[in-house]
């Protein structure tokens, strides 16, 4: 049998969980609180079916051709007037559109890592952006986080070296944990950036899912020192499937950026962003966003009461004020895998937290999805996963 010869940083990389999370969602009969999606009705398929429509009559041709790998120009100039309103003020040379802003990872960890540099993140963080930062190479060191997010002195403690490169945080609703980092962090951490050589990569496609008080806006608000890379998404806002979001980066990153995706896949699709575009510019945005929020708030509130109603009492978790995400806590010297395995009898899927951790830990937890079950689901599914609960803990 033929042997590949992989790099030596895929190779270490299995993907797994990726696959045993797509394979269980696909699942007929089993309720998932695994994945971290839109559900399939709310997305705007018929809205963007006339848009598409549209798009081809108003952009003709051209939207067949290819197109430049900074975005399309109309777009990136929504995306300037829309970042302002958020506090962030940013001229058309310092947005990129990017393909999901996973890629947005993927090009600053392109533009940024040399094998072996560091990037320091929280734990646990994003799967997918260890992911990608452990293909190009990177080892990684950890801030200290709270219920307010990461600790911005804990970063003072981190031994200075020439190779840390990144500070990669998911601001508001992290995913797994939920957790939103505080205003005064916000401020504080940009004005760290230049002493510790590092640049900021907020990513943040969880923003504008605001269930409960005001929006704590972007820490590219803060960003005096131009040290701060901003990563925006419509995945979970308009539809994942489109693959569209951006990154707003000083000029001298951005044509970095730029030279990184002329290498991934030359530009987004010209379509996909024409969509977006005119589904934006059309005033359709602000709507589907209150209805988006109204359906989360009501799952989120669901899900927390049945859960109330039905987990053992040793078991505890957060209440996020937005997101997608709820983050659970098993007994100590419980794991969420032996308890995955039990409720996959029972038809009832989550994610375990551990793969969110890098190099081990957080094996009693796990992270449950509201978004995408419907009510039905939500009471059905959290109450059989009560249920088995309280045999593996018994
Ligand atoms: C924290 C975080 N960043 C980035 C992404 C990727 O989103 P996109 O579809 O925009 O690539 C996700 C998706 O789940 C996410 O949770």
Not at 376 to 385: H, M, T
């Given at each position: 049998?033929?042997?590949?010869?992989?790099?030596?940083?895929?190779?270490?990389?299995?993907?797994?969980?990726?696959?045993?999370?797509?394979?269980?969602?696909?699942?007929?009969?089993?309720?998932?609180?695994a994945?971290?999606?839109?559900?399939?009705?709310?997305?705007?398929?018929?809205?963007?079916?006339?848009?598409?429509?549209?798009?081809?009559?108003?952009?003709?041709?051209?939207?067949?051709?290819?197109?430049?790998?900074?975005g399309?120009?109309?777009?990136?100039?929504?995306i300037?007037?829309?970042?302002?309103?958020?506090?962030?003020?940013?001229?058309?040379?310092?947005?990129?559109?990017?393909?999901?802003?996973?890629?947005?990872?993927?090009?600053?960890?392109?533009?940024?890592?040399?094998?072996?540099?560091?990037?320091?993140?929280?734990?646990?963080?994003?799967?997918?952006?260890?992911?990608?930062?452990?293909?190009?190479?990177?080892?990684?060191?950890?801030?200290?986080?709270?219920?307010?997010?990461?600790?911005?002195?804990?970063?003072?403690?981190?031994?200075?070296?020439?190779?840390?490169?990144?500070?990669?945080?998911?601001?508001?609703?992290?995913?797994?944990?939920?957790v939103?980092?505080s205003?005064?962090?916000?401020?504080?951490?940009?004005?760290?950036?230049?002493?510790?050589?590092?640049?900021?990569?907020?990513?943040?496609?969880?923003?504008?899912?605001?269930?409960?008080?005001?929006?704590?806006?972007?820490?590219?608000?803060?960003?005096?020192?131009?040290?701060?890379?901003?990563?925006?998404?419509?995945?979970?806002?308009?539809?994942?499937?489109?693959?569209?979001?951006?990154?707003?980066?000083?000029?001298?990153?951005?044509?970095?950026?730029?030279?990184?995706?002329?290498?991934?896949?030359?530009?987004?699709?010209?379509?996909?962003?024409?969509?977006?575009?005119?589904?934006?510019?059309?005033?359709?945005?602000?709507?589907?966003?209150?209805?988006?929020?109204?359906?989360?708030?009501?799952?989120?509130?669901?899900?927390?009461?049945?859960?109330?109603?039905?987990?053992?009492?040793?078991?505890?978790?957060?209440?996020?004020?937005?997101?997608?995400?709820?983050?659970?806590?098993?007994?100590?010297?419980?794991?969420?895998?032996?308890?995955?395995?039990?409720?996959?009898?029972?038809?009832?899927?989550?994610?375990?937290?551990?793969?969110?951790?890098?190099g081990?830990?957080?094996?009693?937890?796990?992270?449950?999805?509201f978004?995408?079950?419907?009510?039905?689901?939500?009471?059905?599914?959290?109450?059989?996963?009560?249920?088995?609960?309280?045999?593996?803990?018994?």
């Open positions: 049998l033929f042997q590949p010869e992989m790099s030596q940083n895929i190779a270490n990389m299995s993907g797994q969980v990726i696959r045993d999370i797509l394979k269980l969602t696909q699942q007929p009969d089993v309720i998932s609180f994945g971290g999606m839109p559900p399939t009705d709310a997305l705007p398929h018929e809205a963007l079916r006339e848009i598409s429509g549209l798009a081809f009559e108003k952009y003709g041709r051209e939207v067949l051709q290819y197109g430049t790998s900074e399309f120009l109309p777009l990136r100039e929504f300037v007037k829309w970042m302002a309103k958020k506090g962030v003020k940013a001229e058309l040379e310092e947005v990129i559109v990017t393909s999901g802003s996973q890629q947005g990872i993927d090009l600053m960890a392109k533009a940024f890592l040399n094998q072996d540099d560091r990037v320091i993140m929280e734990k646990p963080t994003y799967l997918t952006a260890i992911q990608i930062f452990q293909l190009y190479g990177a080892s990684f060191l950890f801030g200290d986080s709270d219920e307010n997010g990461i600790v911005p002195s804990s970063l003072q403690q981190i031994s200075k070296h020439s190779t840390n490169k990144l500070l990669y945080l998911v601001p508001n609703f992290q995913n797994p944990t939920g939103t980092l205003q005064d962090r916000r401020k504080e951490l940009p004005g760290m950036m230049a002493e510790l050589k590092l640049v900021l990569v907020e990513d943040d496609p969880y923003g504008d899912l605001v269930y409960d008080g005001n929006h704590n806006g972007p820490i590219k608000a803060h960003d005096q020192d131009q040290r701060v890379v901003y990563l925006g998404s419509f995945s979970k806002i308009i539809s994942p499937g489109l693959r569209v979001g951006f990154a707003v980066a000083p000029e001298a990153i951005i044509e970095k950026l730029v030279i990184g995706k002329q290498s991934s896949d030359v530009h987004t699709c010209n379509l996909a962003q024409a969509m977006i575009y005119e589904f934006c510019a059309g005033g359709l945005l602000e709507p589907h966003l209150e209805s988006l929020k109204n359906q989360y708030r009501k799952k989120r509130d669901l899900m927390l009461e049945v859960m109330d109603r039905h987990f053992p009492r040793s078991v505890s978790w957060n209440k996020p004020g937005g997101g997608l995400f709820i983050w659970v806590q098993l007994p100590a010297g419980k794991t969420a895998q032996g308890l995955l395995k039990e409720a996959v009898k029972e038809k009832v899927a989550f994610i375990t937290g551990e793969c969110f951790y890098v081990g830990g957080g094996s009693n937890t796990l992270r449950l999805n978004s995408n079950a419907s009510s039905a689901q939500i009471e059905e599914g959290i109450s059989r996963l009560g249920k088995v609960m309280h045999t593996y803990l018994a």
